[in-house]
Nanobody
Framework: QVQLVESGGGLVQAGGSLRLSCAAS????????MGWFRQAPGKEPEFVAR????????YYADSVKGRFTISRDNAKNTVYLQMNSLKPEDTAVYYC?????????????WGQGTQVTVSS
């Protein structure tokens, strides 16, 4: 079993920055990819960014490209999401997720979420 714990959310003014962290822990788990997703009130969850653990290949949603950066620290089993130039429409609960194998159909593990609120 893998536990994911997010931190770093909060309230920020438009144009500001936040860095989210997601630490993974558990016994003998592997990581192929980790990702960030978000869900705003009344909206469907949406993909934000992902990183392939070994190659560090990244991919972003168009809505955050150029403003958000995903990175990872292998020694700490932690993935980060640096969010710059935040907009009110970035307000959402942000979740991290872990995919264990390249042929997994979905992300197997999810964090509890951290609230990000951007005021105008």
């Amino acid at each position: 079993q893998v536990q994911l714990v997010e931190s770093g959310g909060g309230l920020v003014q438009a144009g500001g920055s936040l860095r989210l962290s997601c630490a993974a822990s558990g016994r003998a788990f592997s990581t192929y990819r980790m990702g960030w997703f978000r869900q705003a009130p009344g909206k469907e969850p949406e993909f934000v960014a992902r990183i392939t653990w070994i190659t560090r290949t990244t991919y972003y949603a168009d809505s955050v490209k150029g403003r958000f950066t995903i990175s990872r620290d292998n020694a700490k089993n932690t993935v980060y999401l640096q969010m710059n130039s935040l907009k009110p429409e970035d307000t959402a609960v942000y979740y991290c997720a872990l995919q264990q194998a390249y042929d997994s159909a979905n992300y197997e593990y999810w964090g509890q979420g951290t609230q990000v609120t951007v005021s105008s």
